[in-house]
């Protein structure tokens, strides 16, 4: 049971027209959309971004191995000179490390591992300065330890307390195991 008001309305909503874009617009928007999808792809940024990568890790592969040698040359220049190195600080971190620090975190992560390297550092260096000036040190502080456990089961005790004092004083720092310990000590 329609109203006559309800027929005028229909009128005129029917007289307003449907609203479209103007079929001009339509046309260059459809355009548009056809040449962006037929255009080639940028065939350049896999082969870009793979060189960048490869880049990047070599030049951070060099920067770890130029500081690697740069803590052996420093390690070692005490050794050449004859005095014993100064006593390394044990690799904490710093107050307020950098956000974007990789080979500070490397390190931190190896600290154990590091802080051992840096106690027998000055071993190692005084072993290599007496093998570079002639005298008769045993490769490592441990070969050296053996030997004189072997004078000391031998009955070499006089060699063997001269050899251990030497050894005291070539790495004062050098901390000796327990077991080792037993066998190199006068009895």
Known sequence: ?????????????RAL???EPPPELDARILNTARRAAGRPRRRWVLPVSIAAVVVLSVSVALQVERERSDLAR????????????????????????APAAPAASDNLMRAPELERKLEQAPARAAAK????SGQSVESS???WLARIAEL??????DEAD???AEFRRRF???????????EIEPR
Do not use: F
Request: charged share 35%; proline share 13%; glycine share 8%.
């Open 172 to 182: 004062p720092d050098y901390r000796i195991p327990d077991a080792m310990r037993k």
């Open 17 to 19: 027209g449907r609203e």
């Open 152 to 157: 000391r089961r031998a009955g070499r005790n």
């Open 74 to 97: 420093q390690l070692a220049a005490p050794a050449e000179s004859g005095k014993a190195p100064a006593p390394a600080a044990s690799p904490v971190a710093p107050a307020a490390p």
């Open 141 to 143: 502080p441990e070969q």
């Open 1 to 13: 049971m329609a109203e006559a008001g309800d027929d005028k309305v229909r009128e005129r909503y």
């Open 162 to 164: 001269r050899q251990l």
């Open 129 to 132: 300065a007496g093998r570079l």
